[in-house]
């Protein structure tokens, strides 16, 4: 989920009674409903795409549109408003702040314990769609399974233990992206979360001082990077279709307070000449500058062409201190790179990789494939319990520093493979027949696992056990579930699983999302 004197975000450039006074001559009121990530541009392509509207296309007058929708709020105030009193410019600042709560921290007027309660009816509510779906299924062909087993859980496929709560409820993000936009003073260097729609040309770029969800080290950070943009000459980005070259800044942490700082830039014009001077006075401000403050581990330099690249398609420069962050899970050590991924709460993983071992059933007989595994977390907790560890992940990177991460722990028994799950997995599993007990542990991105995955292990008979981590099982992963216990067809063909359990892990306090870990099993 960025990312003289140090500049305060929180006071505005100019006046915001102003920009509200021209709004509100000039356009109709209207309710700001939108809805912003820390670690995505609102409805932003990914790659190089030509959109409908850019900031950079906007014109002087569109520049100020953003404004017309909070201006609803003020209606009530309008005398105020126009009058320019001192007390407008708080007015303004505060319902700004309060939308970005509510697009970043929806839950952020709610106690913990609510948003728990919350959180923990929204996912039996998945749970009675899945199994509404699964009844429906096998009363197609007769069978009365998942109806059978609701009398026992309440009315669902499974029983549903009560959500595990974060250890830390604020500033727990040990990863933030911060963005480059305009922000409501009209200042096109502005460094903070978007809210807004791109296709609304509504969007506006905040400061993150309101989020709960980030910590203050991280603002510190960011308020700095503001302070180096006014001072370098060269102009910001806002798309790549513009002629700026500074973007966004991704900041990383670990528990012991270690800070890493990743500046994505893109040399448009510049000589290569020019983009060294650009570099040398981002390491200058932030090694001897006002920057110092920060007091950064690790300081990264990426120029590229895409609003996401890997390692391979753009590398990144260290500038200033340590090649990684380290960080400690179950008292073994993690190395974690610019792009590697990391559970964005430290304290709350525990809980969930604990839950997962709960639900796994480990034995000395058992060998784990562990699947998208990321920077080997899952699997090198669970080493020392179980036979061998096996793990696939896509990104180079992150294979690396598994491997590294096992050598580090000195752990023998774990192997990762680079590759997608999709094209690895059929090699592999010929590989472990006979292998003991497997198991199977899945921790997918958003979307879930590629179908073809699902069809591999539901055909698989070796594979008896399954333990899914979802981060949104609400969405396309909701049909994950449906294919591996659905009643046989000609795709799917294997004995279905059956779900025995669900446990909802709360890793993202003051928002809706939480983890859901499912354990099936075929019987």
Not at 289 to 301: A, H, I, T
Request: charge should be neutral; include cysteine.
């Amino acid at each position: 989920m960025g990312q003289g004197r140090i500049c305060h975000l929180d006071k505005m450039a100019a006046p915001i009674s102003k920009h509200f006074t021209r709004v509100l001559t000039n356009w109709r009121f209207s309710v700001f409903q939108r809805q912003v990530s820390t670690q995505n541009k609102p409805n932003k392509p990914k790659r190089r795409t030509k959109s409908k509207v850019q900031p950079s296309q906007l014109t002087e007058v569109e520049v100020e549109k953003p404004l017309q929708e909070f201006t609803s709020a003020f209606a009530a105030t309008k005398e105020v408003v126009e009058h320019q009193q001192p007390a407008n410019t708080d007015q303004a600042t505060e319902y700004l702040n309060n939308k970005l709560r509510e697009a970043v921290t929806p839950l952020w007027k709610l106690s913990y314990d609510k948003q728990l309660d919350l959180k923990h009816l929204r996912n039996s509510s998945v749970l009675l769609n899945f199994t509404n779906e699964l009844i429906k299924q096998e009363a197609a062909v007769g069978s009365t399974e998942t109806l059978d087993r609701t009398k026992n859980n309440n009315g669902l496929c499974c029983h549903l233990e009560r959500i595990k709560s974060s250890p830390v409820v604020d500033g727990y993000r040990n990863k933030s992206v911060f963005n480059v936009g305009t922000g409501a003073d009209g200042s096109r260097k502005t460094v903070g979360l978007f809210i807004g729609e791109w296709r609304k040309k509504n969007v506006v770029c905040l400061p993150s001082g309101p989020c709960q969800n980030i910590s203050q080290a991280h603002k510190h950070v960011e308020k700095a990077y503001k302070q180096f943009l006014l001072q370098s000459p060269l102009d910001v980005s806002h798309s790549f279709e513009d002629s700026g070259n500074w973007r966004e800044m991704v900041v990383r942490s670990n528990h012991v307070g270690d800070l890493m700082a990743i500046v994505s830039f893109v040399q448009n014009e510049l000589s290569d000449m020019e983009k060294e001077d650009a570099i040398l006075s981002l390491q200058d401000f932030f090694a001897y500058g006002e920057g110092k403050d920060c007091r950064l581990s690790s300081l990264y330099f990426q120029s590229s062409t895409t609003t996401t690249a890997t390692n391979d398609e753009a590398p990144y420069h260290l500038l200033l201190g340590k090649k990684h962050l380290h960080e400690t899970l179950f008292d073994l050590q993690f190395r974690i790179s610019p792009d590697s991924f990391f559970q964005v709460n430290t304290a709350a993983a525990e809980v969930l990789y604990s839950t997962v071992m709960d639900l796994a059933n480990l034995g000395a007989n058992t060998t784990v494939l562990d699947l998208c595994c990321g920077t080997g977390t899952i699997g090198l907790v669970m080493a020392d319990k179980v036979r061998e560890v096996v793990g696939i992940e896509v990104i180079q990177q992150a294979v690396e520093d598994a491997r590294i991460n096992a050598e580090i722990n000195a752990i023998s028994n774990a192997t990762f493979v680079c590759g997608s799950v999709e094209e690895v997995l059929p090699d592999i599993l010929p590989t472990l027949e006979g292998a003991g007990d497997l198991l199977v542990v899945a921790n997918p991105a958003r979307a879930g696992l590629h179908p073809r995955v699902v069809r591999i292990i539901r055909n698989s008979p070796s594979i008896k056990r399954l333990v899914y981590i979802c981060c949104k099982p609400e969405g396309t992963a909701a049909r994950n579930f449906t294919d591996l216990c659905c009643p046989p067809t000609t795709r799917l063909y294997g004995n279905p699983f059956t779900t025995i359990k669900a446990v909802p892990v709360d890793l993202f306090p003051h928002t809706h999302h939480c983890e859901l870990v499912l354990l099936f099993e075929r019987l």
